[in-house]
C-alpha cells in the first residue's frame, strides 16, 4: 500500500494544505525561498502519469481549494477553484440541468488542477474538443508564489496569446494552477447509447467510420478490444438473441439530443450497423447504458501495470486497436484497448508482469500506424530507464526554454515532465 503523497516511491518530507489561493502563493513562496521542490497534488488519480521525479520535498495538496468562485448560469461560464473534483463541479452545475461537457474515469477523485495538468482524455472529446478546449481563463500561482492570470470569464474573450495552454497537461512544472473558468452547456434532455460487437477491430472499422462522418456528430464514439469488451458482449449478446466471439470487440456510439432526434440517431446508427454486418447490437438508456461506458476506463482496482496513451488519425484507430490487443491466444496478460475514434486516441492498458519486448511491440505497432506515443503507467524501473513522453523533437527545446523561464530554479515537479525537465 502506497504511503499518502508518495510519487514512484518517494514521499516528500512535508505536506502544505493551502485553504484559499493567497495560502498557496504563500506556501510556494516559501518553499522557493527555502530552495525546496514542491509536486502540486490533487486528487491522486493520475500521479502515475510523468516521468520519475527527481527530488521531492514538499507535497501541496489543493483539495482544500474546492470552491465555485463564480458561476452565472445565463452566460454558460463557471469559475472554479482547481481543488474540486469534477463530480462536486459537475453535481452543482446539474442544479441547473447545465454540465461541463468533460468526462474522466474517476470524477469522484480527479480534481479540476489535476485534469488540466495531466491533460486527461475522455470519450466526449470528439463532440466537444479537450479540456483546454473548454478553458477560457485561467489564474496560475508560479514557483516564486507570484500570481498570474490569463484569458476571463467570459465566453468571447480574445486577447493575445492563450497563455493557459501552456499548462494544460505539463504536470504542474510550470505553475500551479489555481482557478479555473469554463465555458459550460445544457445537460443533453436524452441520452441513448448504442452497444455492438464485432469480431474484429478491423470489421468494426467500416461502421465506426460510417457514423463518425455521418449526417449527425455522436456524443461519442469509442472501440474497446480485449478480453473485457468480449466478456461484456458475451453478456449483451443474450439480449438480441446472437452469440458474441471470443475474440469480440465493442462499438460504443453516445447519442445526446432532443428526443425525436435520439430517436432518429438510433435509427441511422442502428442502420449503419446492420449493414455493416456487425454480429449483433443492443440499444442503452437510463443507467443501463453508464455500465457499459465504464469500459472506456482502465478497469477497477487494482491497475494496470503498463498503460500507453497514441494519437494517430482517426482512420488508423482501429488497426491500431487491434495490433495491440492482438489475438486472444497470443498472450496470457490481461489487455485492455480503448479508442476514441473521433479523435484518433488510442489507451492500451496491461495487467501482469512487463517485458522490454512488450514494450517495444507497442511502440512498433503506434509507429506503424503513424502515431505518437506517451507512457501513462509503468514499473518504476522501467520509468528510470526511458522518457516516457517519447521522441518529441524539435518541440523539446522550446519545453526547456518555457521551463527556464517559468521555473529556472526547478522548484516544482522537477524531472517529470518530458526530457526529464
Not at 175 to 183: M, N, P, R
Request: hydrophobic share 45%.
Amino acid at each position: 500500500m502506497p504511503e499518502p503523497y508518495e510519487i514512484d516511491g518517494i514521499t516528500p518530507s512535508r505536506v502544505e494544505c493551502p485553504a484559499s489561493v493567497e495560502d498557496l502563493s504563500a506556501a510556494l513562496r516559501t518553499v522557493h525561498a527555502d530552495a525546496g521542490t514542491a509536486v502540486i497534488w490533487g486528487g491522486g488519480s493520475r500521479m502515475h502519469v510523468g516521468n520519475k521525479i527527481a527530488r521531492y520535498d514538499v507535497a501541496v495538496d489543493m483539495t482544500g481549494l474546492d470552491r465555485i468562485v463564480d458561476y452565472r448560469p445565463p452566460d454558460l461560464v463557471v469559475v472554479a477553484e482547481a481543488g474540486m473534483t469534477l463530480a462536486a463541479l459537475q453535481a452543482e452545475l446539474g442544479k441547473n440541468n447545465q454540465r461541463l461537457p468533460f468526462d474522466v474515469q474517476s470524477p469522484e477523485h480527479a480534481t479540476i488542477g489535476g485534469s488540466l495538468a495531466s491533460n486527461a482524455v475522455g470519450p466526449l472529446r470528439g463532440r466537444y474538443g479537450g479540456i483546454r478546449d473548454l478553458v477560457i481563463g485561467m489564474s496560475v500561482v508560479q514557483a516564486d508564489g507570484t500570481m498570474t492570470k490569463s484569458g476571463g470569464s467570459v465566453v468571447k474573450n480574445v486577447s493575445g496569446y492563450d497563455m493557459a495552454r501552456l499548462h494544460i497537461g505539463a504536470l504542474g512544472t510550470l505553475g500551479a494552477i489555481a482557478t479555473v473558468a469554463f465555458k459550460i452547456g445544457p445537460i443533453p434532455h436524452t441520452m441513448r447509447t448504442v452497444a455492438s460487437w464485432f469480431d474484429s477491430a478491423e470489421s468494426a472499422a467500416v461502421a465506426g467510420m460510417r457514423i463518425t462522418n455521418g449526417s449527425f456528430m455522436p456524443e461519442a464514439v469509442t472501440l474497446v478490444a480485449g478480453p473485457r469488451a468480449a466478456k461484456h458482449a458475451s453478456e449483451l449478446s443474450a439480449q438480441d438473441s446472437s452469440k458474441a466471439s471470443e475474440n469480440a470487440v465493442m462499438l460504443l456510439v453516445a447519442l445526446a439530443a432532443g428526443p425525436a432526434t435520439v430517436e432518429r440517431q438510433v435509427n441511422d446508427t442502428t442502420s449503419i450497423l446492420g449493414s455493416a454486418m456487425a454480429d449483433g447490437f443492443v440499444v442503452l438508456e437510463d443507467n443501463a447504458q453508464f455500465g457499459v461506458w465504464s469500459l472506456a476506463g482502465e478497469g477497477n482496482p487494482p491497475p494496470p501495470t503498463f498503460s500507453v496513451r497514441s494519437t494517430v488519425k482517426p482512420t488508423e484507430a482501429f488497426n491500431l486497436a487491434g495490433a495491440l490487443a492482438g489475438p486472444a491466444d497470443s498472450d496470457s496478460r490481461d489487455v485492455h484497448v480503448v479508442a476514441q475514434i473521433g479523435f484518433g486516441t488510442v489507451e492500451a492498458h496491461w495487467r501482469g508482469d512487463v517485458s522490454p519486448e512488450l514494450v517495444r511491440s507497442a511502440q512498433s505497432a503506434i509507429r506503424n500506424a503513424g502515431g505518437a506515443w506517451m507512457i501513462e503507467r509503468c514499473p518504476i524501473d522501467l520509468k528510470s530507464e526511458l522518457d516516457v513522453f517519447g521522441d518529441l523533437g524539435a518541440s523539446l527545446a522550446v519545453m526547456r526554454r518555457m521551463k527556464q523561464q517559468f521555473d529556472p530554479t526547478g522548484t516544482l515537479s522537477p524531472g517529470r515532465f518530458a526530457g526529464r525537465i
